[in-house]
């Protein structure tokens, strides 16, 4: 019998439990630092599908980051699991705002601007198109006063500037054509640059990050039945983190939440940090506001779980030095948090600093001299329970304690530091193609009087490289061979070749050099798998450069223009920018390595020790002259915060936030300094005066316990094509396509394979919405076309024309073949989940058919119909099989309907039966997913064994791994 929901068991405050069974209307909860908010959204989630009998499907919840909405879905599975209740989590609309307004879009995408197949563009795409629309921007009148005193900076500076001013107007839904009718000149030019902007994304069928919103926004007002729909479905909503949504977001809730307006929102505007990106904190303070009086609650969460007393005195004495009143109103919520009463700490000071005078190398020696001296005693059992937090891990002194860390063997975790380029595995890539093309200098110098910094940061590469082969000649002599052959070829280019740099780029890992950086075994450290995951990046930014540039080969006609595009533009954007490194492991704090991180990055996140830095720091002004007009003269609402007081409320809270991240040891750490740019600043010396030195008698090292940094909570999703099949197929393409998210070059057979599948689907969706007298070849033909254009786009791969007139046929007999029998089609499309303890196993069945009350269901495969007696064949159909068995089984207990059939369906069969089809065997279904447990248990282990593996053409012949399997691990192809 399933265990019963009982919320007393769960032994939580009333506060808490208040906050989880308040399920109508609209709620708001102040959650302080460590205060269990999570553990408050699971059991929300819980309570309304288990005790409110809510269908997933009815409830929306909304996360700050994507690793927030996974470590959710874990927790809120595995509940669902501990009560034996069976839900399809697929249907919770859960994620990021972005995330869940982009489904939004891709569900009624009919009714937007958008094409199949558009474009998410993310920063880096975003700030680039703008980059390469600047010299039509520059022409518009009065650009030089947008600019001000900017006006003579590069056109990378001037893009960065408009980046920011065009994700301001977005999020503040401000219209253009108001911008374009200011009284005022550079505002009016503004409008005009967002113009060509906007222009240029629809006409390229792409989104950025903002515009996903505003499209959104857009949407809802415009098309009453859909809003109508929308609100019909989701009947809770839920969002985390509020004090960071914009005003775009808080729109789009209010509206999504109806009359019933059962929307909870949950947050601290302690800890706003994101003013930049556009986030109000007026969302928070004024919720309550968008309510008739006393109909919205409101309910406190004070109480930290987290942290040493000390440290909660710390911190609230920290926020009490900032006068949060003007003018009579209050910027902040009156709350003091209080630490727990249910357990006993130490009177040893748990707020400390560790500094020094003199030089910034006497105070890394400090720091290091405290670390070794826990390390010695054994009070830190790995340096990821430290976490250094600073304003810019950018900044040459923190990038200098980094080095100095790392030269005494500390390994220091630091992503965002931007040190891609200094990396030598990246350096000898770029060595590696610079190389190939000799004339590369004269191709790129186009005046003798010019001289780019970063031509020398290319010399340093070319040196590198070829160092390296000097230094073991015999070793290399290899490449030193393909290389001096590639060269010669393009010294001048006489024909067109058949490639572009991401395939130099993929046939460099053959040889030793670069095979060492792909050998590393993934169970090692996350500090020595640094360079293969640098590896895989730089393969995503050649490939993002050849479709950002359209080029597909090499050719005597482009290759001068590709080479300056990609090193004097492309290259050096990337270079002068900084590159952020992977990041995302399944540790936030890689066991062996101090964390180097930004007070932003740490939000949400705990660590037993938290150093922090930047105390020379002072509130800045963080607006222009255009935020003033834009705040006063265009957005909605009256101006909120002072302006002039923001920059004080803005410091207070991020150094808040920073301060509240430790569990057992808040560290102050600074080089002090007297005098002009004195260290610590006069807003930190009240409360630094009086913290005792580590040195000091009063500090008692010893006494000091920490905890273990906690494992990160996540239940990884699995879909069957992407994940479990190609794992079967091959080990090492799982490996390195989705373990370490190489990007592959795409080939014609993806855009064929795609295309025929998209125009079934259409032919599906017009049969499912009653327009069945549409499916005419004619429409079908347009349909095609349509779709085609925009994979184009998408992939800049273009098909030959008898490829293309191949796949239209296989669109047109599966009309002709089934034109009498679209009266069997029940759905198209269907998500379906399977919840397990250690993962969660999704996919999506494409066409649901039936009669006589049972169903059927089809998965189309854009190919050949395989030979049943192949014995490679039969392996590859058991495994579709075995897919199809779990679609059944999650079909039945979603829908309530017994299937009778599955089928195959191979869009490529000419005159043979194109289906294979299977019985459903419930005998079959445990067998089915243990073996599926087992595919999983392998990925998670990171098993990539290719013992069993043959390696043949066909499963190897478009991979772009098939160089290095041939040389690194001579397997056959």
């Known amino acids: 019998m399933a265990p019963i929901y009982n919320i007393d068991s769960l032994n939580l405050e009333p506060a808490k439990i208040q906050a989880i069974t308040t399920t109508e209307g609209s709620l708001l909860i102040i959650a302080g630092p460590g205060a269990g908010k999570t553990l408050t959204l699971v059991e929300r989630i819980v309570y309304l599908i288990v005790v409110k009998n809510t269908p997933p499907e009815h409830i929306l919840v909304a996360t700050f980051t994507t690793k927030a909405a996974k470590e959710l879905i874990t927790r809120v599975s595995n509940r669902l699991l501990e009560l034996d209740v069976k839900v399809n989590l697929n249907e919770i609309y859960i994620g990021t705002l972005h995330s869940i307004f982009l489904r939004i879009l891709e569900e009624n995408r009919a009714f937007t601007r958008l094409k199949r197949n558009y474009r998410l563009l993310d920063d880096f795409d975003q700030k680039y198109l703008i980059y390469r629309l600047i010299r039509n921007m520059q022409k518009v009148e009065d650009f030089d006063l947008l600019m001000g005193k900017a006006i003579k900076a590069n056109n990378w500076q001037k893009s960065l500037i408009l980046y920011k001013l065009f994700g301001k107007i977005s999020e503040e839904g401000i219209n253009t054509k108001s911008l374009i009718t200011s009284s005022h000149e550079h505002i009016v030019a503004l409008g005009k640059c967002y113009d060509i902007y906007l222009e240029e994304l629809q006409n390229s069928n792409c989104l950025d990050f903002s515009t996903i919103q505003s499209e959104t926004l857009y949407l809802l007002l415009n098309q009453t039945d859909v809003l109508k729909q929308i609100q019909e479905q989701i009947k809770y909503i839920m969002v985390d983190e509020y004090q960071d949504t914009n005003t775009i977001q808080e729109k789009i809730l209010l509206l999504l939440a109806g009359d019933k307006q059962n929307i909870c929102v949950v947050g601290d505007d302690d800890q706003a940090l994101y003013r930049f990106r556009g986030a109000s904190i007026r969302n928070i303070l004024e919720f309550q506001k968008n309510f008739p009086k006393g109909f919205c609650k409101k309910i406190e969460l004070s109480i930290n779980y987290r942290s040493h007393p000390d440290i909660i005195n710390f911190y609230n004495e920290w926020m009490r030095l900032c006068d949060w009143e003007h003018e009579g109103q209050f910027f902040r919520y009156h709350k003091e948090i209080k630490p727990r009463q249910d357990k006993e700490f130490n009177n040893n000071p748990s707020v400390i600093k560790v500094s020094s005078v003199g030089t910034y190398e006497h105070w890394y020696e400090e720091i290091y001299a405290f670390l070794m001296e826990l390390k010695s005693k054994k009070i830190l059992t790995d340096f990821n329970q430290v976490a250094f937090l600073v304003r810019s891990v950018k900044n040459e002194h923190i990038v200098g304690l980094a080095h100095y860390l790392e030269e005494q063997g500390i390994n220091v975790f630091s992503p965002r530091s931007a040190l891609f380029f200094e990396r030598k595995e990246v350096k000898l890539v770029l060595g590696a193609i610079i190389f190939l093309f000799p004339t590369l200098s004269d191709v790129l110098k186009w005046s003798d009087k010019i001289n780019l910094n970063v031509w020398t940061y290319y010399d340093e590469c070319k040196l590198l490289f070829a160092n390296e082969l000097r230094a073991d000649r015999q070793k290399h002599n290899n490449l030193l061979k393909w290389c001096k052959k590639k060269a010669f070829a393009h010294t001048p280019l006489k024909e067109n070749t058949d490639y572009v740099f991401s395939k130099l780029f993929y046939e460099l890992l053959q040889f030793p050099l670069f095979q060492e950086f792909l050998n590393v075994d993934l169970h090692s450290k996350v500090y020595d798998q640094r360079a293969v995951y640098n590896m895989a990046l730089m393969s995503q930014l050649l490939t993002k450069f050849e479709y950002l540039q359209n080029i597909t080969i090499l050719s005597v006609d482009n290759i001068d223009r590709s080479l300056r595009n990609f090193f004097n533009e492309y290259l050096r954007f990337l270079y002068d920018g900084g590159i952020v490194e992977y990041e995302d492991f399944d540790e936030y704090a890689p066991s062996n390595c101090i964390s180097f991180m930004t007070i932003h990055q740490s939000k949400g996140l705990e660590f037993p020790i938290v150093i922090t830095d930047s105390l020379n720091n002072t509130p800045r002004k963080q607006y222009t002259d255009i935020d003033t007009i834009l705040q006063n003269e265009f957005s909605e609402k009256p101006p ?334």
């Not at 494992?711 to 370490?740: D, G, M, R, W």
């Not at 014609?748 to 007298?773: M, P, R």
């Open 640 to 973: 909120f915060e002072p302006l002039e007081q923001v920059k004080f409320y803005d410091f207070y809270r991020l150094y808040y936030t920073a301060y509240s991240r430790p569990q057992n040891l808040l560290v102050l750490s600074a080089r002090e300094k007297e005098g002009r740019g004195r260290t610590p600043s006069k807003y930190f010396a009240p409360l630094y005066k009086k913290l005792p030195d580590w040195r000091s008698d009063v500090f008692k090292l010893d006494q000091l316990q920490l905890k273990q940094v906690k494992s990160v909570n996540i239940k990884k999703q699995y879909s069957f094509t992407s994940h479990i099949l190609l794992y079967e197929n091959c080990p090492l393409q799982y490996k390195f396509y989705k373990a370490l998210e190489f990007s592959p070059v795409r080939n014609a057979a993806v855009v064929f394979g795609i295309l025929v599948h998209q125009t079934i689907e259409d032919i599906h969706k017009h049969i499912l919405t009653g327009k069945a007298d549409l499916v005419k070849n004619d429409n079908i033909k347009n349909w095609f076309n349509d779709n085609y254009l925009t994979l184009i786009k998408r992939f800049r791969t273009y098909l030959a024309p008898a490829q293309k007139n191949a796949a239209l046929k296989q669109v047109l007999n599966y009309k002709e073949r089934h034109k009498h029998e679209w009266h069997l089609i029940k759905e198209a499309e269907v998500e379906v989940s399977l919840v397990k303890e250690e993962y969660i196993l999704k996919g999506t069945i494409d066409l649901i058919q039936g009669s006589n009350n049972t169903v059927e269901i089809v998965d189309f495969k854009g190919e050949k119909k395989p030979d049943i007696n192949n014995p490679d064949d039969k392996k590859k159909l058991e495994r579709y099989r075995r897919q199809l068995e779990i679609y059944a089984h999650l079909v039945e207990e979603k829908q309530k309907h017994k299937v009778s059939k599955m089928h195959l369906y191979y869009t490529g069969a000419n005159n043979e039966n194109p289906f294979i089809s299977f019985s459903k065997s419930d005998a079959t279904i445990t067998k089915t997913i243990k073996n599926f447990d087992e595919v999983v248990h392998k990925i998670e282990s990171k098993n990539y064994d290719m013992t069993n593996i043959v390696k043949n053409n066909k499963l190897c012949g478009n991979c772009d791994f098939r160089y290095y399997c041939h040389e690194a691990n001579n397997l056959t192809i």
